[in-house]
């Protein structure tokens, strides 16, 4: 049998690490697996290869016993990592402020430079640092490249990347919107390019990422041009349990008439807010149901995301000048078709015209709107993995 040839994927949060073997030209998976509770008691192993799950239950004290952890099990259930020409192991980060507009091949100078933009992702730079430190000791041998979430959107012109704030804080405190969810909005505007058949570098197109976190950004030309996510996650479309756009009065009206401190607003807008605060579900499947069952606030819930997102779709169009395409992509974007319709079919009077069963039976990457419409609407199922493993074969070619 040929020796497989693959980039592995690590995506290492705080306590938790998934991995991917990726073949970058196909995007085939050969294997994945999660390690989770890292650091805690009762870790949890999975591993999955040709559709057979395994589980194990093993206390995994840091990153590196997670990181020996995945390569043994690549050893039990397979590919032995041994008999895969490794071309890089590919690195999920957060945030990788002005510093990195594009993948990059991590030296100790790029770690030192993740470790000072901290302060901007306090919850997630940590963990991916663990994650590459973890795996270079474990396969030293192997290019590590880091692929970062904000990097997409550093082509956005200062016009949408600035907040009309003091300039010290711009300028000392690197205040500023950067976006994330970067790497799934490059894969899906690529791809809703080779879908409809044309050219990436002519076409104008809105990306609805809507999953537990969600963002929609403006792509001209293959370049991102603006995006709903700012300086943190919290801002934009409404999501799972954040709020995305609000006042920025109400953190002082809420310290005034409830005595809110800092921690407790940022805890209720990170995990209390977005469909959970209105409905009482963070999961959208659940949101559905008990709207169809009359439930009044999923209701609500539904039609504060479905304003919200149109306010998205119709500025970003300004914007851009012109719209090609609309993509909807991630759990959301990817399966509810009723959530599709209801922002779709409010676009009507700007030619936007819905294929009704394109939308509701068919699956997986399509279009859904009708060969009359103005804009084309796609569905495109989100790989970020693949995204990472072509970034990073393409580094490592490069150098
Ligand atoms: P994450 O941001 O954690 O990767 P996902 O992209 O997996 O999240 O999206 C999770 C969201 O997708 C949840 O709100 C879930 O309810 C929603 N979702 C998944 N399947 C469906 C479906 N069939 N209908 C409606 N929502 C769905």
Redesign the pocket.
């Known amino acids: 049998m040929p020796r497989l040839s693959g980039v592995l994927v690590v995506n290492a949060g705080s306590s938790s690490l998934k991995y991917q073997l990726v073949d970058p030209t196909t995007g085939a998976c050969f294997a994945k697996g999660l390690i989770e509770r890292i650091g805690l008691d009762a870790g949890v192993v999975h591993h999955e290869v040709d559709g057979q799950r395994h589980v194990l239950e093993r206390d995994v004290a840091d990153h590196a016993a997670a990181v020996t952890q995945m390569t043994e099990a690549f050893t039990a259930y397979g590919p032995d990592l041994g008999d895969v020409d490794l071309l890089a192991v590919g690195h999920r980060v957060v945030h990788g402020g002005q510093d990195f507009a594009d993948p990059t091949l991590v030296t100790d100078e790029v770690l030192a430079t993740v470790e000072r933009l901290i302060p901007l992702a306090p919850l997630h730079n940590p963990g991916n640092l663990q994650g590459i430190r973890a795996t270079q000791s474990q396969f030293p041998d192997v290019p590590q490249v880091a692929v970062f979430d904000t990097a997409f959107h550093q082509t956005m012109p200062a016009a949408a990347s600035t907040y009309a704030v003091p300039r010290a804080w711009r300028e000392e405190h690197r205040v500023r919107r950067y976006g994330f969810h970067g790497t799934s909005h490059a894969y899906v505007s690529r791809r809703a390019a080779e879908l409809l058949g044309r050219p990436l570098e002519e076409l104008a197109t809105v990306v609805l990422h ?5 963002s929609a950004t403006a792509v001209d030309g293959g370049r991102s041009v603006d995006t709903s996510m700012g300086l943190t996650p919290l801002e934009g479309l409404v999501m ?1 349990t954040r709020p995305g756009d609000l006042d920025p009065g109400l953190a002082r009206h809420l310290h005034h008439v409830a005595g809110l401190t800092v921690e407790d607003y940022d805890r209720a807008l990170s995990k209390e807010s977005g ?1 959970l605060g209105l409905s009482g579900s ?7 149901q008990r709207r169809a069952a009359g439930d009044p606030d999923a209701q609500l819930a539904f039609d504060v995301v479905v304003h919200r997102l149109l306010h998205y779709v119709g500025g970003y169009a300004a914007v851009l000048g012109r719209l090609d395409a609309l993509v909807f992509t ?3 974007g ?3 078709a009723q ?1 599709r319709a209801a922002v779709v079919e409010r676009l009507a009077g700007f030619g936007v015209e819905l294929d009704v069963e394109a939308n509701g039976s068919g699956r997986g990457e399509r279009r859904i709107s009708t060969d009359a419409s103005r804009v084309a609407v796609l569905v495109v199922p ?1 790989n970020e993995e693949w995204e990472i493993a072509r970034q990073a074969a393409e580094v490592v070619h490069a150098r």
């Open positions: 809507l999953g537990n976190g969600a799972g469909l963070a999961d959208m499947r659940q949101v559905q991630a759990g959301i990817e399966n509810d959530l989100t």
